[in-house]
């Protein structure tokens, strides 16, 4: 089997005026992702997502990507991957073992294009063998215990908001530090002490301050949030600060977690070496799609930490999150979310199986989805940028 082309295709999601609110990332006005389609000379097509700018990562696929892909066997997924991150020096590379990225391939939209492209590699593959995508990984489980995110909801609001994912059979749920309106110390406990009276004791429950906090303010938080038992503190403070995540680790009982800005096994190992998370967070269409985060959920693995797959985005980054979960023994739960996502649950014919608060895996082979007949065109690329201010 050959791979004769590959395609990428802008797409958005446009939240409409009466579903927006603000947040600390700004108000969303609408969600992107890049459709990735592999194609071969079997008649089988491979589909795949990418984060990052639509027509960004599309130029990237076509010019930089498909290149060193066309005319490669998918059964040779790693060597695929190999070739894009490593480019015109692949060849060193593989016949010395020693990785050789070309400069601009290591991390941002070049590993995100890279990412989406990767899935659409092994969607196609595990197609070519009857199978699905977990099963030709290498399937550790069937299904996975979910988590319910989201938890915006202002003030004495938590508590009915979280309360509601918990009646859903969600037996983990996750908020935000930062509500909808706005953030104080005083005002982020409040909502946590709801939150807490929403889901009683037995269901876990975590908060993520999406990045936004100096160390010395996020040590105030996890201190003043030790009372109410919190499965994981998430994403503290800004990914390029491991030493202040590390920090904040040391003062706090709360578990920290971290890693959906992070790019290949490189970014995971900066904070692994820095002792600065307990729960991974790796984002499949960001750290390299499928074959990186195996090789992420191994190297976490070594440390004896839990993987909790990043899965906020279109119905194929979390089609892909669901088989990289299924496939890695380290995984304990995986990001379900509760926010307003048409891209991601009405994208495909085939609905996700979720229930008793658990994601199932597809048994049809591939991935296991096919896209709506009407799906190009309902989520066309609309230009513009995702959060404004
Ligand atoms: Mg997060």
């Known amino acids: ?138 399937a550790v489980r069937s299904r996975v215990r979910a988590y319910a995110s989201g938890g915006w909801a202002p003030g004495d609001e938590a508590e009915a908001e979280l309360g509601a994912y918990a009646a859903k059979g969600f037996t983990a749920v996750k908020m935000r530090v930062v509500g909808r309106d706005g953030f104080s110390l005083e005002n982020c406990v409040r909502r946590v002490d709801a939150a807490r009276r929403g889901i009683g004791r037995n269901v876990e429950l975590m908060v993520d301050a999406h990045a936004s906090l100096e160390t010395p303010v996020a040590i105030r938080i996890a201190k003043a949030l030790e009372p109410y038992d919190l499965a994981w503190f998430e994403e503290p403070v800004s990914p390029d600060n491991h030493a202040g995540m590390a920090e904040v680790r040391r003062t706090t009982r709360i578990p920290i977690a971290s890693g959906e800005r992070e790019f290949s096994r490189y970014g995971f190992k900066s904070m692994l070496e820095h002792g600065a998370i307990d729960i991974a967070q790796p984002d499949v269409a960001r750290a390299g799609g499928l074959t990186e985060i195996r090789r992420i959920a191994a190297l976490t693995g070594a440390y004896d930490l839990r993987l909790a797959p990043h899965a906020w985005g279109s119905g194929l980054l979390f089609a892909a999150s669901i088989h990289a979960a299924m496939a890695a023994a380290n995984c304990h739960i995986l990001e379900v979310s509760q926010g307003y996502m048409p891209m991601m649950n009405e994208l495909f014919n085939e609905p996700f199986d979720i229930r008793d608060g658990y994601v199932c895996a597809p048994d049809r082979p591939g991935l296991g989805y096919t896209l709506r007949p009407d799906a190009l065109e309902r989520f066309r690329y609309v230009e513009g940028p995702e959060y404004e201010f």
Do not use: C
């Open 1 to 138: 089997m050959k791979i004769t082309a590959v395609r990428a295709i802008p797409m958005s999601d446009p939240v409409p005026p009466e579903r927006q609110h603000r947040t600390d990332l700004g108000t969303k006005v609408k969600s992107d992702a890049t459709l990735i389609l592999v194609e071969t000379d079997q008649g089988l097509t491979g589909m795949g997502a990418a984060l990052g700018t639509p027509p960004v990562v599309a130029a990237i696929v076509e010019h930089e990507l498909a290149p060193d892909v066309v005319g490669e066997d998918p059964l040779f997924s790693e060597r695929i991957f190999e070739k894009m991150y490593n480019g015109s020096r692949v060849k060193p590379a593989l016949e010395r073992g020693v990785p050789q990225a070309e400069v601009s391939r290591r991390v941002g939209m070049v590993m995100e294009a890279i990412s989406g492209v990767d899935i659409a590699v092994w969607d196609v593959k595990a197609r070519a063998l009857g199978i699905p995508v977990y099963q030709a990984l290498g």
